[in-house]
């Protein structure tokens, strides 16, 4: 069965309760809108026709107030539904929030009606819908899901704030750290046998995976081994230890010096190490190190231009080396590198490491290494590879997953 792609998503509507008047311009009413009725018959069957959670900030059962509950719902919301119709004071200052707090996907409707809107949101697009019949709910039902789907696709800006400034603003958000590990692979189109997918959790619980990549700074310098990174927790786990889990030989950073005699690598450089003792404990082969960061005097360290190489050049190693080439490798994890760290979105990034991986597969249909993995540590990670997984048509249905516990 095909997975539906908005599973998860929540949407948060933005719109007056219960029976309300519009007036036109001079005050004059010029109509009655139920808007519960409007919520219940139009959007709420509309969205949850997507598959996706509807609920509205009378919905929400928690206690407190109502406003930490409503900013809560649009900062949370996946998309936002919001009815302009009454001109309610409220309501535009919640789509004024939604817009800051969000580039998309925002879908403004408006029962249509005479009534002339206000000059700043002229410029925006707004759905009309009308509620004397079936067959018109079902047309404005059909308008706003194309306008839900085709937001949450194709993420583009529909924020009038973000459009002005997304040079500008970035909104922070907390990543959710997924403590569960799950394991999905989905079949190669057009390279059989072959497959790409996700791994949940904190790395050092996965031990199925033949090569772990590790995004590294040019000078291949891995991280100290207690900070909060891949690097450092590689370095950490890799490690010989006592018993009071003191550091007793740094195997897997000291063979990387070893091998890099105090020299720098080339952006998009992979150099392979040994694993140390997550051999043992993880069953990982191999560690290759990606020259995926650059530091720089005065700015610190930032992504390389071209980060997607080393996905590249991660591939193309464990193919073509000789010496690998006799170590059984089959099944390979990349990090999303560089997708907390540039202005550019997540999604972006992410979608330009995957484009990568696909790229080499079908260039080499024969290649050693049959799965790949990217590791979903935190709840952004595994949305935006589940966003990439199941609308690229390179990647098909998702194939059969062994339990990562066996």
Avoid at 291 to 300: I, T
Wanted: aromatic share 6%; glycine share 6%.
């Amino acid at each position: 069965m095909t997975e539906n792609k908005y599973a998860g998503k929540k949407c948060f509507v933005i719109m007056p309760f219960g029976k309300k008047d519009v007036l036109d311009g001079k005050g004059t009413v010029i109509d009655t809108v139920d808007f519960n009725q409007v919520y219940d018959q139009l959007i709420k069957k509309a969205v949850e026709e997507l598959g996706i959670v509807c609920e509205r900030c009378d919905e929400i059962p928690e206690s407190g107030s109502i406003h930490k509950k409503m900013f809560k719902g649009i900062f949370e919301a996946d998309l936002a539904i919001v009815d302009i119709t009454s001109l309610n004071q409220n309501v535009f200052y919640e789509l004024g929030v939604r817009h800051a707090l969000h580039k998309y996907v925002t879908v403004v409707i408006q029962k249509k009606t005479e009534q002339p809107l206000p000059f700043n949101i002229r410029g925006l697009g707004i759905t009309y819908y009308e509620t004397t019949s079936e067959e018109l709910m079902e047309k404005a039902r059909k308008e706003i899901q194309a306008l839900i789907q085709n937001g949450l696709d194709k993420q583009t800006i529909d924020s009038i704030v973000h459009d002005a400034l997304d040079d500008e603003v970035r909104v922070e958000r907390k990543p959710k750290i997924i403590e569960t590990q799950e394991e999905k692979l989905f079949d190669l189109t057009n390279v059989p046998g072959r497959q790409i997918g996700y791994i949940t959790g904190n790395i050092k619980k996965i031990k199925n995976v033949d090569i772990w990549v590790n995004s590294e700074n040019t000078n291949m310098q891995m991280a100290r081994p207690f900070e909060r990174s891949i690097s450092a927790t590689i370095r950490y786990e890799g490690a010989k230890k006592d018993r009071a889990g003191f550091i007793i030989e740094d195997l897997i950073a000291e063979d990387l010096q070893r091998i890099m005699k105090g020299r720098d690598a080339t952006p998009g450089k992979v150099i392979p190490t040994t694993s140390g003792e997550l051999a043992r404990t993880n069953k990982v082969k191999r560690i290759f190190h990606a020259a995926s960061v650059v530091g720089q005097p005065g700015q610190g360290y930032t992504p390389i231009n071209n980060i997607s190489d080393c996905i590249y050049e991660a591939l193309k190693l464990a193919d073509q080396d000789e010496e690998l080439a006799r170590e059984d490798l089959h099944s390979i994890l990349f990090p999303l590198m560089g997708t907390g760290t540039t202005k550019m979105s997540a999604q972006e990034i992410a979608n330009n490491l995957i484009d990568a991986a696909l790229a080499y597969m079908e260039e080499n249909p024969s290649s050693r290494i049959n799965k790949i993995y990217f590791l979903a540590y935190n709840a952004q990670d595994l949305e935006i590879c589940r966003h990439k997984f199941i609308n690229d048509p390179r990647i098909s249905t998702p194939g059969e997953v062994e339990d990562p516990k066996a």
